[in-house]
C-alpha cells in the first residue's frame, strides 16, 4: 500500500481505466448536499486565484482507495475503485460539462486539457471500446456513459437517461459554470475559463491510496470507514489556535481559560443548518470567516480557510486574533440569547436574529459580524439601516417562496464590496448593490410583485408555520409601533383562522359557487391572526358572534383587535378577507421596503428561462412562422429540412415531434440540442431566436409550460 496526494492531473493524465465496480453502491450524491458546496468551493478557489493570485489556494477534495488490476491491454493501467467512486464520479461529470462549455466558445486549449482528465486518446482505445477513463460495472453504467459522450451542446432532457442523478448533476454542473463564467467571448468569461482549467487540473487534491492486487482491500475499506466521532471545524480550529499561540511564546493556559469561550453549553449545542446539525462553535467561526474575508466558505472548508486566513493575513499574531474573536463571540452569544428570548423589545440585530431562527436561515449573520467588527464603530442609525435593507431583500424572497441557494455568494459579495467604504455611503451602496441584482436567484423583489402573489395566495398552506407566525409577528409589531407598546411576545402565539377551517356548519351558504369562493379564503393572509392563547375547537369552529367575542378575550391587541373593532355590527366575510389581506400587505411592505422607484424586476433571466420557451412562443411574438423551413446545419445532414407547423411542433420524415431536440434526435439517433441542431432560411439557429424572444421581455411568458422532452 502506497499513499500519494495527487492533483486530477496528476490522477488521470494517463491512459488509464477506473472501473467501479458491480458491487458498489450506485451514486447518490445530491445538488444541496454535495454539488452545491463543492461547486463554491471550486468557485471560490478561481475567484481567489483573480483577485489574489499569491495566495496560491488550494481544495482538498478527500480520499479514495484504489487497487491495481492487472491491465486489459499492454498499453492501459487498470485501477478498480475501492472508495472514493461518489467523488471521482462527480469530478469526472464536473470537468466534462466544463469542458462542453469551453467548447462550445471556442476555448479548444482549455477543452483539450480538460478532456484529457475524461477520456482517453483515440489511439489507446480498441474499436468499439469507450474512451471514458472511468468506467461504471454497476446500474449508473448507461447514464454515466451516455452524457459523458454527448455531443455538446448537451441536451440533457433529450438524454435517454435524463432521470438519472448522473445526468442531474452534470446538468447542474453544467448551468453553474455557464452562470458563473457569464458572456461568451468577452475578457471576464477568458479569464475565468482559464482559471477555473486551472482550479480543475491542478489546484484540487485527493490523497489516493494504491494498493497492490494482492492486499486486502476489504479490511482497508472497513477501517477507513469506521465509525467514530470526526473532529468539528471548531476542534480544528482550537488546536492551531493554541499550537500557534505556544509557538509565539504566548500563555495558552491563560487564553484558553480567559479567552477561549468556546466549550460552554451554548457554543458546544449543536445547531441545525438545513439538513446538518453542526456545533454553534463551528458555524460561528464559518460566519466569521465569512465576515473577515469577504468570501462564501461552505462548512467543509471552514478550518482549511481560517488556518490560510491566519498564515497570509500580514500583522496577525494569534493573541491579538485571539481577543477579536472573543469580542465578536460574546456580541454573537449575546444577540442569539436575546432572540430566543419569549418577551422584552428587541433591536435591529437581535430582530433578525429572531427572525433567521423562524425562517431557518443564518444567512445574514455574517453581515451582522462585518457590521459590528471591533474598530469599525458605525453609528447606530447606520447599523439598523444596513440590516433594515439585508432583510427586506432576504425576507420579500421568502414571501414569495424564491430559493435562497445563491444569496450568501451575494451576502460575501456586499461585504467585499463595501469594507472600505465611507460611512456616509455605507447604507446607500449596500442598497444600490442589492437593488441591482436582475438574475432570477438572487433579485430584491418589488411591491407590485408581491401585492399581485398574496393577493391570493393561501399563506397557511404555502409558508412552514414558524415563518408564517413571524409574518404575522412583524404586522402585529408595527401597529404597535404607530402607539408606541412593547413587542409582541415571542411564544410561539398560535395562530388562528377568522373564518374557520371547518366552516360549514355553523357559516353556511347556499350556492355551489359561494361554497367554492369561501373555501379558497380561508387560508389566505386577511384570514389569519395571532391570539394570545388557542381557542377551543367548539369556539373557533362556532358561529361568528360566539367567535368573535372570544377572540376579543385573547386577541393580541392590535392584529386581532382591529378585526373585533371593525367588524362591529358585520359578519365576517369574504370581502372583508380581502380588504384585511391588501392590508396586511402593505404593511408587510412598510416593514421591510424597497428604495423608492425600485421595481425588482429580473432583466437577465437564468439558463433555466431556456427551458421554458417552445416553438409555440417563437410563432406568438412573430418569430417564426407557421410553415417555415427548418434546416440541419450538421455536416452529416446538411440540406435536410423539415416544416414548422402552426401548434409549434415539427414535421420530418411524415412524423410530428414536439420539440427541436426530438426532431435532431430522430436524424442522429442520438442525443442532440436541437436548438443548435436546426436554423431558418436565413442562417440563424433556433438558438437565435430564442435569444431574441428572451430579450423582447423580462421574464418567461405566462403561458409557458416545461418542455423536458425538448427545450
Known amino acids: 500500500m502506497e499513499t500519494f496526494k495527487r492533483t486530477p492531473l496528476q490522477l488521470f493524465n494517463l491512459p488509464q481505466h477506473f472501473v467501479i465496480p458491480l458491487f458498489q453502491r450506485p451514486y447518490v450524491w445530491k445538488e444541496d448536499e454535495q454539488w452545491e458546496p463543492l461547486w463554491k468551493d471550486i468557485r471560490r478557489v478561481a475567484e481567489l486565484r ?39 464520479t462527480t469530478l469526472q461529470l464536473l470537468a466534462d460539462a466544463t469542458c462542453a462549455i469551453f467548447a462550445q466558445a471556442g476555448l479548444s486549449k ?38 459523458m459522450t454527448a455531443e455538446p451542446p448537451i441536451d440533457h432532457s433529450d438524454l435517454k437517461h435524463q432521470e438519472s442523478r448522473i445526468v442531474h448533476a452534470h446538468r447542474y454542473f453544467t448551468t453553474a459554470v455557464t452562470q458563473w463564467l457569464g458572456n461568451p467571448g468577452t475578457d471576464e468569461f477568458a479569464a475565468k475559463a482559464k482559471e477555473l482549467a486551472r482550479v480543475l487540473l491542478d489546484d484540487l487534491q485527493l490523497v489516493t491510496i494504491e494498493l497492490k492486487a494482492s492486499e486486502n482491500s476489504q479490511e482497508i475499506f472497513e477501517t477507513l470507514n469506521a465509525r467514530g466521532t470526526p473532529l468539528t471545524a471548531a476542534d480544528l480550529i482550537r488546536n ?44 460561528f467561526f464559518n460566519q466569521w470567516l465569512i465576515s473577515r474575508t469577504g468570501e462564501e466558505i461552505s462548512p467543509q472548508s471552514t478550518f482549511t480557510r481560517f488556518k490560510s486566513y491566519v498564515e497570509h493575513t500580514a500583522g496577525h499574531k494569534m493573541v491579538d486574533l485571539l481577543a477579536v474573536i472573543k469580542q465578536q463571540a460574546a456580541f454573537y452569544e449575546s ?16 430582530m433578525a436574529f429572531h427572525r433567521m431562527n423562524a425562517a431557518g436561515i443564518e444567512l445574514l449573520k455574517p453581515l451582522m459580524l462585518w457590521l459590528y467588527e471591533p474598530g469599525r464603530d458605525l453609528p447606530q442609525h447606520v447599523l439598523d439601516a444596513v440590516i433594515r435593507v439585508a432583510e427586506s431583500w432576504v425576507i420579500r424572497r421568502q414571501l414569495l417562496r424564491l430559493t435562497g441557494s445563491d444569496l450568501g455568494r451575494i451576502v460575501a459579495d456586499v461585504i467585499h464590496a463595501n469594507s472600505d467604504v465611507e460611512v456616509s455611503e455605507l447604507v446607500e451602496r449596500v442598497t444600490g448593490y ?20 398574496l393577493k391570493d395566495e393561501p ?26 407598546q412593547a413587542q409582541v411576545v415571542r411564544s410561539g402565539l398560535p395562530i388562528e383562522h377568522i373564518l374557520p377551517q371547518k366552516w360549514q356548519d355553523n357559516w353556511p351558504l347556499d350556492t355551489p359557487e359561494e361554497q367554492q369562493d369561501r373555501q379558497a379564503h380561508v387560508h389566505r393572509l386577511g384570514n389569519l391572526t395571532l391570539l394570545t392563547s388557542p381557542l377551543n375547537s367548539k369556539v373557533s369552529n362556532g358561529p361568528w358572534p360566539a367567535k368573535r367575542h372570544a377572540m376579543l378575550k385573547h386577541n393580541t391587541i392590535s392584529l386581532t383587535g382591529r378585526v373585533v373593532a371593525d367588524t362591529e355590527g358585520e359578519v365576517w366575510r369574504e370581502s372583508l378577507i380581502d380588504h384585511r389581506t391588501e392590508v396586511l400587505v402593505e404593511t408587510l411592505l412598510r416593514v421591510w421596503p424597497v428604495p423608492d422607484g425600485h421595481k425588482g424586476q429580473v432583466v437577465d433571466p437564468q439558463a433555466k428561462a431556456e427551458d421554458w420557451v417552445q416553438l409555440k412562443h417563437l410563432i406568438a411574438a412573430g418569430l417564426l412562422s407557421s410553415g417555415d423551413k427548418l434546416i440541419a446545419t450538421h455536416r452529416d445532414f446538411k440540406g435536410v429540412e423539415a416544416l414548422v407547423r402552426s401548434d409549434g411542433s415539427i414535421e420530418l420524415d411524415g412524423k410530428r415531434f414536439t420539440a427541436p431536440s426530438s426532431a435532431g434526435h430522430h436524424l442522429r439517433k442520438k442525443a442532440t440540442n436541437g436548438w443548435y441542431f436546426w436554423a431558418v432560411a436565413d442562417g440563424r439557429r433556433l438558438r437565435d431566436l430564442r435569444a431574441q424572444f428572451q430579450s423582447m421581455s423580462t421574464s418567461v411568458p405566462a403561458d409557458a409550460e416545461s418542455d423536458e422532452e425538448g427545450s
Open 335 to 350: 444577540w442569539t440569547e436575546a432572540s430566543l428570548r419569549p418577551d422584552g423589545n428587541l433591536g435591529a440585530v437581535e
Open 459 to 484: 399563506a397557511y398552506r404555502r409558508y412552514p408555520r414558524p415563518r408564517l407566525r413571524m409574518f404575522l409577528e412583524a404586522i402585529e409589531n408595527h401597529f404597535r409601533a404607530e402607539t408606541k
Open 434 to 453: 442589492l437593488a441591482r441584482l436582475n438574475v432570477s436567484s438572487t433579485y430584491w423583489p418589488g411591491d407590485d410583485e408581491i401585492r399581485v402573489a
Open 50 to 88: 483573480m483577485s489574489e493570485p499569491h495566495l496560491a489556494p488550494k481544495h482538498f477534495l478527500g480520499a479514495v482507495v484504489l487497487q491495481a488490476q492487472e491491465a486489459e491491454s499492454a498499453r492501459l493501467t487498470t485501477w478498480n475503485v475501492i472508495d472514493g467512486q461518489q467523488r471521482l
Open 240 to 283: 492551531f489556535v493554541f499550537q500557534r499561540l505556544e509557538a509565539e511564546g504566548g500563555d495558552t493556559r491563560k487564553a484558553y481559560r480567559e479567552d477561549w469561550p468556546f466549550e460552554a453549553r451554548f457554543w458546544t449545542k449543536e445547531v441545525s443548518v438545513g439538513r446538518y446539525l453542526v456545533s454553534r462553535s463551528s458555524l
Open 110 to 147: 482549455h477543452a483539450s486539457q480538460l478532456e484529457g482528465l475524461t477520456h482517453n486518446s483515440e489511439s489507446f482505445i480498441e474499436e468499439d471500446e469507450s474512451p471514458l477513463k472511468v468506467r461504471h460495472l454497476n446500474n449508473d453504467h448507461d447514464a454515466f456513459l451516455e452524457v
